[in-house]
């Protein structure tokens, strides 16, 4: 079983709705909660970044953790074509040899369509 | 502009030769990391190294080799002892610390035919 499971999609959405993306894992010693952003050919960035439970919102974007249920989500509001990319959810632990490691979902692949 | 930066962007080679690909970044940071991803598969770690002239596998070294000799370099060694290794290869480097977020850089494709 892997350390952190994601549906891989693809998920096809009009401009303008609420996307969900969605990260479950297995570990409970993860702290640190990530999503990343890649572009086609290109290296992720870094969009949202959480400690422990809780909600985080930047701009358009969103952040949920559920430790209870290891659960954790993004959320997209009026979605743009420009949102069309690869999502990877990360996170790490605290403490332990492990310092600094992510372990990464497999990415959801998101197409915004005009 | 401070950053990560991969070099080649594209590197084709023959199968049975080793080839190394360079990573380098100017941001000061003490840890660095290599990833490989495949269609359809999230990063894998391949090596990291949390200090200069230090450095530990992650979950699929066997047929990669590495070495830091400097803060800023972390190239990555492709030996012909790797069984699949075209796939997209990224650098990442992040500060000492279990909190802190990893800067990645722009990889590179690797085709072995």
């Known amino acids: 079983q892997k350390e952190v499971e994601q549906d891989p999609g693809p998920l096809s959405v009009p401009e303008g709705a609420i996307v969900s993306l969605n990260c479950t894992y297995s570990?409970?010693?993860?702290?640190?909660f990530m999503w990343y952003r890649q572009y086609s050919r290109k290296g992720p960035e870094l969009l949202m970044y959480t400690y422990s439970s809780g909600n985080k919102e930047d701009g358009r974007f969103t952040a949920q953790v559920d430790k209870s249920s290891k659960y954790i989500s993004l959320f997209i509001r009026d979605s743009q074509p420009s949102d069309s990319a690869t999502y990877l959810c990360a996170m790490s632990e605290v403490g332990g040899s492990t310092l600094g490691r992510l372990y990464f979902g497999r990415g959801t692949q998101l197409t915004v369509w005009p | 502009d401070g950053g990560i930066t991969q070099s080649p962007k594209y590197l084709f080679r023959k199968e049975g030769q080793n080839v190394t690909l360079s990573c380098e970044q100017n941001?000061?940071?003490?840890?660095m990391y290599w990833y490989r991803q495949d269609p359809g598969q999230g990063l894998r770690l391949i090596y990291y190294s949390q200090i200069v002239n230090d450095f530990q596998k992650g979950d699929i070294a066997e047929g990669y080799s590495v070495s830091r000799e400097k803060k800023e370099s972390f190239p990555l060694t492709v030996t012909s002892a790797q069984k699949n290794p075209t796939a997209f290869y990224l650098c990442?480097?992040?500060?000492?610390?279990?909190?802190?977020?990893?800067?990645f850089g722009p990889g590179t494709r690797l085709t072995v035919t």
């Open positions: 570990n409970s010693a993860f702290q640190y």
């Open positions: 990442a480097s992040s500060s000492q610390g279990e909190s802190d977020e990893q800067y």
């Open positions: 941001l000061n940071h003490d840890a």
